[in-house]
C-alpha cells in the first residue's frame, strides 16, 4: 500500500460509536438522514471533490476554443502552432533517480550495480514521479561509499572499457589527460570546461606526486571524484559555459538535449551516438531530434524505462513484496512469489502497447482495450490458466496469450494492477478508482474529512460492493468518493490479487458503475469493458496520458506555459491514430523539451 | 544484496577481520575527546496510537502508578507503559495534546497518517509534495530538534549538528519528523534525510574498523575528493538561478560538514561498547527488515556519539502510521500468519503490520497485539533512558543528567488515528529543568479542551537552554504550565 493511495485506510476504521450508529442504520434500514444528524455532517465536506474537479474542468477547457473538454482533439491542451518557440519552464534542478544512478553507473562504469537499492531513498515530487531534492548528510555518505567501491571494481583488470580513451598507449600522465577529457565528457554528460578538467588532472597529479600513487590508484580517485560531484549527480541544463538567452527562452543546446532524450527514453546517459549527433548539432533540430528520439525507442533499454514510468504511474510499487492472505488466497491459485511475476506480466503489457514493435498495434486502444497477457508458471493461477505448479517448468519463460476480452481488457485488467490497488484479503474499489481519477485523468481529489465514518466490516449478506455503496452514500463521503467508487465498481470480480470471480455469495457480482464527469459528462458503463472502451475513447484519458509523460520527463507539473507543447504533442498523437510510440517522438521535439526559460537570478551570456 | 556491501565484506576479510572485530572499549575510559557537561535532546516519533483504556498511567498527577501486565485486564494482556516503571520518577506523562497547527492548516480534523510535517515544527503547513491523505502540505518551519540543533551547534561546533535516524526504510513522503523548514521548492521537502543503514552510521562516526595504513588512505582519499566536491559545487552553484543555489547551498554545506565528521572519527573517540557486524546486510533488503536490530544499534550509536561529543541533539522516527510493509516477526509467532515462514520468503507480511493491528485494536484478538506493540516500543524507550543512565558525563554525571527525552506518539487511538487528545511522555530533566514523576492528564486545564503541543516544543526549547516565549506559531500558546520545576 503506498503512503499516497494509503488515506482511505482511514475511512475503514474510525471509533465504535459510529461504527454502532452505521449498524443501527443498516439493520433499521431508515434512510440516511439519520446518519447525517448523528454524524453532523457540513455540506462542505460533501462538496470539497466535486468544487475541486470543477476548478481542473475550468483549467483545462482553457483556450480551447469552447470546445469543451470533449470537444476537439486538442480540446484542453490550448495553445495555437507559431514559428516562435513557446514559453516554457525551466526542469526543477535534482539529482539523480535511483533508478537512473543504477543505469548510469552500468553504462559509464561498464559494471553492473544496483548499488542504488541501498540509497535513502527518494520522495514523490509534485509530477507524481520519484523527485531526489535536496542532499543530506545521510545520501553524500551513502553516494561516497557507493563512488569508492564502483570505482575501484570499474577498474578491475585496468578495464579497457573504461579507459578506453588511451587504448594501446602507455598508462601515463598523458594517458590521465585523455582519460579525464573523455570521461568526463561521460560523467558529466557534455564536455568539461578546461577549469573543469583541470580540477580532475589536478586530482590525479596531487595523487601520484604527494600521495605516491601509481596510475591505477590515481585514475581510480579521479573516478570517485567525478561520481560524487554535481556535475554527475545532478540532472539539470549544464552546459559548460552561461546560457543564451533569446527571444525570452533559452534554446537547449546538443549535449543537454542528448541528456533530455536520453534520460526521458532511457532513464540513462547519453549512448556514444547521442553524444556523436550533439556535437554535430543534430539535436537541434526537429528532423534530428525525431530520428533520434525513434532510434532511442527502438533499444532495450527503453522498454526499462517504461517499465519504471508504468511502476511508478500506477503506483505498483514492489509487488514481489506485496502482502496477501495466504488463508484467502492458497497455492496453487496464488503462489507466494507470483507477485513479481505479477508485475513483470503488468510492465510487459506497458512495454508493447506503448513501444510496440512488428504486428504490434502500439495505440492507446489497446493499452485501454487489449486482452494480451504474459502467462507464466508463476502467474497462471491468477489468470485462471492452470495450477500455478513449477513442474519442469522454467520459471522465466512466459507465453503470450489472448484472454477473454470482455474479463479483460487492457492495463487496467492486468492482475498485477489490481494487486496492487486491493488489500490482503479484498480489492479495494476505492483506490482502483482513486488511481484512474488521479492518473488516467489527471484530476485532483481532495483530503478525506477529518472524522470518516467507516467501511463496514465484511460480513455475511453484504458484498464487498455494497458495503463501498453504503459508505459512499454518507453525505460527508459522498463528494469524493463517487468520484471513486464508482468507477473501482468495474473492478468488482476482481478479488485481492487480481483473479476473477463472476459471483459472490452465490449471485452474480454487479460490475457496472459511472466515470462520473468525463469529457464533461458522466459515462455509465455495464462492465470493466465498458469502462475500458470508455477510456479508450475519451480525451481527457488521452490528454492525461501526455500529461503523465510530460511530468515524467520534466519532473515537474504542466503549466500555462505548456499548453502550446502539450497541443502540439496531441495533434501528433490524434494524427497517428493515437500511436503512442507518436506521442512519444512528438514529445522529444516539443517545445517544452526544447526550450527553456532562464531562472530567476541565473547568469547569462 | 547490494555491492558495495559485498566488498567491504571481501575487504574486510582480506584484511584478516572475517565479521565484526571491533574494539570493545567503553566510551568514557578515551581520553582525548572528554565529552562536555551541557544538554542533550532526543526526540522520537512513533507510529498508530494506543489503547487508551490500558495505556494511562493509574491514579493522580503525583501519586500516579504504572500498572504492570499482571493488573491489566486479561482481555488486554499486556499494560504497554511497564517498561517505564523503573524511570517512573524521571517521566512526565502528559495526556490530552493536540496537533492543532495541523487542523488549522487542513480546515478541519488532521488524521494520524499525514500529521508529520505538524508534529514537531508547531507552525502551520506550507504547499509541499503529497504526503499520506492526499495532505499536500510540507512543514513551515524548522522542527523543535532542528532548532535547537542549530543553536547548539553555533555554541559547540559538534561534527554532527544533530543525528536524523529511522529504522525502516521505504517510508516514502512520510519518512520526515525532522524538518529543516520550509520547502525550498514544493516538489521536495526541507529535511534531512534520515539515517537507516547502522554500518554506515556506524562507519561514519568511528570509522571502518579499517588497519593503520588502509584508513590513513581512506581518509587522504576522502579529503582530496572533498576538496573537488567542493570546488566543483561552488561553480555549479554560481551557474544556477538562486533558488536552485539555495539547493546546492545545501550540498555544500553537507560537503563541510562531512569534512568536520571525517576529523570527527580521526579524533581520538574510539569505537565504543557496541556490537554490530560491519559485514551484515541489516537493511536486509530481500526479506523482512530487522527493525529491531537496526533500532537498538540506532540507539547504542546515539549514546555513543553524545558520549563523545559528536552531536547533541537525535531525532529518531521509529515507524509512521502508513508503513504496512513489515511485521513485528521478533515478537512472536502471534505478530505473523500461522505457517508461514520468515526466513525464506515474503509471503506472509502486511497481515499483522502496525498499520492492520492498529485499526482492528479493538477486536478481541487484536488487543493484546496492539498493547504488545507499544510495550515495544516503550521497551525500546527505556533502554534509550537506561542507556543514557548508564553513561558518564564530566562532573560525575550521566547523559540522562542533563538530557530531556521526547516520546512523542502521532495519534491517539489505533482504530480512529485522530490527532486530538494524544498523549506523550518526556523523560529526563534536563539538569533540573522538569518537574519528573509527574501524570498531567489535561495539561489545557480546562475540560474538553486540548492543549497545543506547542507548550511542549516550546518548554523543550527552554529547557535546553535556547530560551523562547513560545514554538511555532505564537497563536497556539506559551510552554506548557507545570512541566517546570
Known amino acids: ?171 601515463d600522465d598523458e594517458c590521465a589527460t585523455l582519460f579525464v577529457k573523455d570521461f568526463g565528457l561521460r560523467a558529466y554528460r557534455r564536455p568539461l570546461s578546461d577549469r573543469e578538467a583541470g580540477v580532475f588532472e589536478g586530482l590525479y597529479k596531487k595523487a601520484r606526486t604527494d600521495f605516491g600513487y601509481s596510475f591505477l590508484p590515481a585514475v581510480e580517485l579521479v573516478v570517485s571524484a567525478f561520481l560524487q560531484s554535481p556535475g554527475f549527480l545532478y540532472r539539470w541544463e549544464q552546459a559548460p559555459t552561461p546560457a543564451k538567452l533569446e527571444a525570452k527562452l533559452i534554446a537547449l543546446d546538443g549535449y543537454e538535449m542528448a541528456s533530455r532524450l536520453s534520460f526521458l527514453f532511457w532513464g540513462n546517459m547519453p549512448d556514444s ?18 530520428g533520434q528520439a525513434r532510434r532511442l525507442l527502438g533499444d532495450p533499454r527503453a522498454r526499462k524505462l517504461v517499465a519504471n514510468f508504468t511502476n511508478e504511474w500506477l503506483e505498483l510499487g514492489d509487488l514481489g513484496q506485496a502482502t496477501k492472505d495466504d488463508k484467502t488466497y492458497p497455492r496453487p491459485l496464488f503462489h507466494p512469489a507470483a507477485g513479481s511475476s505479477l508485475q513483470r506480466d503488468v510492465q510487459q503489457f506497458a512495454q508493447r502497447f506503448m513501444l510496440g514493435g512488428p504486428g504490434i498495434d502500439a495505440t492507446f486502444k489497446e493499452l485501454m482495450t487489449s486482452p494480451v497477457a504474459f502467462i507464466d508458471v508463476l502467474n497462471a493461477g491468477v489468470y485462471g490458466l492452470g495450477t500455478g505448479t513449477t513442474n519442469g517448468d522454467n520459471w522465466f519463460s512466459y507465453k503470450l496469450e489472448q484472454l477473454d476480452p470482455n474479463v479483460r481488457p487492457g492495463l487496467l485488467t492486468r492482475a498485477g494492477f489490481l494487486a496492487a490497488k486491493a488489500n490482503a484479503y479484498e480489492g479495494d474499489p476505492i483506490k482502483r478508482g482513486k488511481i484512474v481519477r488521479e492518473k488516467l485523468l489527471c484530476q ?56 476473477y470471480h463472476e459471483s459472490e455469495g452465490g449471485e452474480v457480482i454487479d460490475w457496472s458503475g459511472t466515470v462520473v464527469d468525463l469529457d464533461g459528462k458522466d459515462a455509465p458503463f455495464k462492465d470493466v469493458a465498458g469502462l475500458a472502451a470508455a477510456l479508450a475513447q475519451s480525451d481527457e484519458a488521452r490528454q492525461c496520458f501526455v500529461k503523465q509523460w510530460l511530468r515524467f520527463a520534466l519532473r515537474r507539473e504542466e503549466v500555462k506555459a505548456d499548453d502550446a507543447s502539450l497541443s502540439e504533442i496531441y495533434r501528433s498523437f490524434a494524427d497517428s491514430g493515437f500511436q503512442i510510440p507518436e506521442l512519444f517522438v512528438a514529445l522529444a521535439s516539443s517545445d517544452s523539451l526544447r526550450f527553456r526559460e532562464a531562472a530567476k537570478g541565473e547568469p547569462l551570456q | ?135 499536500t502540505f510540507s512543514a513551515a518551519a524548522p522542527s523543535v530538534d532542528q532548532f535547537i540543533a542549530k543553536r547548539f551547534f553555533e555554541q559547540y561546533k559538534t561534527a554532527f549538528p544533530s543525528l536524523v535516524l529511522s529504522p525502516v526504510k521505504e517510508l516514502g513522503n512520510d519518512r520526515y519528523l525532522s524538518f529543516y523548514g520550509k520547502p525550498l521548492d514544493p516538489s521536495t521537502p526541507n529535511a534531512p534525510t534520515p539515517r537507516v543503514d547502522p554500518v554506515q552510521l556506524y562507519t561514519d562516526l568511528f570509522g571502518s574498523g579499517l588497519g593503520k595504513d588502509e584508513l590513513e588512505r581512506l581518509r587522504r582519499n576522502r579529503r582530496s575528493i572533498l576538496d573537488v566536491v567542493g570546488g566543483e559545487l561552488e561553480a555549479f552553484r554560481l551557474r544556477l538561478g538562486t533558488d536552485d543555489r539555495q539547493k546546492v547551498q545545501r550540498h555544500l554545506e553537507t560537503v563541510r560538514a562531512v ?127 537506561e542507556r543514557m543512565k548508564a553513561t558518564p558525563d564530566v562532573g560525575g554525571k550521566t547523559l540522562f543528567d542533563g538530557a530531556a527525552l521526547l516520546y512523542a506518539n502521532m495519534q491517539r487511538t489505533g482504530g480512529g488515528h485522530q490527532t486530538d487528545r494524544v498523549a506523550w511522555i518526556l523523560a529526563g530533566n534536563a539538569h533540573g529543568y522538569f518537574k519528573t514523576g509527574q501524570y498531567i492528564q489535561n495539561p489545557s486545564g480546562k475540560a474538553g479542551q486540548s492543549a497545543p503541543q506547542n507548550g511542549v516544543l516550546t518548554a523543550l526549547c527552554n529547557a535546553m537552554d535556547v530560551p523562547v516565549q513560545s514554538y511555532g506559531s505564537a497563536d497556539y500558546g506559551t510552554e506548557l504550565a507545570g512541566l517546570r520545576r
Request: net charge neutral; charged share 20%; hydrophobic share 35%.
Open chain 1, 1 to 171: 500500500m503506498t503512503p499516497a493511495s494509503e488515506w482511505h485506510a482511514a475511512l475503514a476504521h474510525t471509533s465504535i460509536s459510529l461504527r454502532l450508529l452505521w449498524y443501527h442504520c443498516l439493520a433499521m434500514k431508515f434512510g440516511w438522514k439519520i446518519c447525517w444528524f448523528g454524524l453532523s455532517v457540513t455540506a462542505f465536506n460533501a462538496l470539497g471533490c466535486s468544487g475541486h474537479i470543477g476548478d481542473m474542468a475550468a483549467q483545462t477547457t482553457e483556450g480551447s476554443s469552447g470546445a469543451g473538454r470533449g470537444g476537439s482533439p486538442e480540446g484542453g491542451m490550448g495553445g495555437g502552432v507559431s514559428d516562435e518557440p513557446d514559453p516554457t519552464q525551466l526542469m526543477p534542478l535534482r539529482r539523480l533517480t535511483r533508478f537512473e544512478y543504477n543505469n548510469v553507473v552500468e553504462e559509464l562504469l561498464d559494471l553492473r550495480s544496483d548499488v542504488a537499492k541501498s540509497f535513502p531513498g527518494e520522495p514523490t515530487g509534485t509530477s507524481g514521479f520519484s523527485t531526489p531534492g535536496l542532499l543530506s548528510e545521510a545520501d553524500f555518505t551513502a553516494y561516497r561509499s557507493a563512488a569508492e567501491d564502483l570505482a575501484a571494481r570499474s577498474l578491475k583488470n585496468s578495464n579497457p572499457r573504461v579507459l578506453r580513451a588511451c587504448a594501446g598507449k602507455p598508462r
Open chain 1, 273 to 290: 551516438d547521442l553524444f556523436a549527433a550533439a556535437a554535430a548539432g543534430t539535436l537541434q533540430t526537429q528532423d534530428g531530434l525525431q
Open chain 1, 444 to 499: 485532483a481529489l481532495v483530503p478525506p474529512p477529518g472524522a470518516v465514518p467507516p467501511l463496514p466490516e465484511p460480513q455475511e449478506g453484504l458484498t464487498n460492493r455494497q458495503r463501498h455503496q453504503m459508505h459512499m452514500q454518507l453525505p460527508e463521503c459522498s463528494g469524493c468518493h463517487r468520484l471513486m467508487d464508482p468507477i473501482g465498481f468495474a473492478f468488482s470480480r476482481f478479488d485481492a490479487v487480481g483473479a
Open chain 2, 1 to 135: 544484496m547490494n555491492n558495495h556491501r559485498y566488498d567491504r565484506r571481501r575487504f574486510l576479510k582480506g584484511l584478516g577481520l572475517s565479521t565484526c572485530l571491533l574494539p570493545q572499549l567503553d566510551a568514557h575510559s578515551v581520553g582525548a575527546a572528554e565529552p562536555a557537561p551541557g544538554k542533550r535532546l532526543v526526540v522520537v516519533g512513533v507510529p498508530n496510537g494506543y489503547r487508551e483504556n490500558v495505556y494511562y498511567p493509574r491514579g493522580g498527577q503525583l501519586d500516579f502508578t504504572i500498572p504492570t501486565d499482571a493488573q491489566v485486564d486479561p482481555t488486554e494482556k499486556f499494560s504497554p507503559l511497564q517498561p517505564l516503571a523503573p524511570h517512573r520518577n524521571d517521566i512526565i506523562f502528559i495526556g490530552n495534546l493536540m496537533f492543532k497547527n495541523g487542523w488549522d492548516t487542513l480546515g478541519g480534523a488532521l488524521g494520524g497518517h499525514a500529521c508529520l510535517p505538524f508534529l514537531l515544527t508547531g507552525a502551520r503547513g506550507v504547499p509541499g509534495p503529497k504526503i499520506s491523505d492526499n495532505v
Open chain 2, 259 to 385: 569534512e568536520r565528521q571525517l576529523a570527527f572519527s580521526e579524533a581520538s573517540c574510539k569505537a565504543p561498547n557496541v556490537t554490530i557486524d560491519l559485514a551484515k546486510d541489516y537493511l536486509n533488503t530481500n526479506g523482512n527488515p530487522l527493525v529491531n536490530e537496526v533500532l537498538k544499534l540506532q540507539i547504542d550509536l546515539t549514546v555513543a556519539a553524545m558520549a563523545c561529543d559528536g552531536t547533541r541533539v537525535a531525532s529518531m522516527l521509529w515507524s509512521n502510521s502508513s508503513n504496512v510493509r513489515w511485521v513485528y516477526h521478533w515478537l512472536g509467532s502471534d505478530f505473523t500468519v500461522p505457517g508461514s515462514d520468515f526466513a525464506n520468503n515474503n509471503e506472509n507480511q502486511g497481515l499483522r503490520n502496525h498499520h492492520e493491528i492498529a485499526h482492528r485494536d479493538g477486536e478481541t484478538g487484536f488487543k493484546p497485539l496492539m498493547n504488545r506493540v507499544n510495550q515495544w516500543y516503550l521497551q525500546q524507550f527505556a533502554y534509550l533512558i
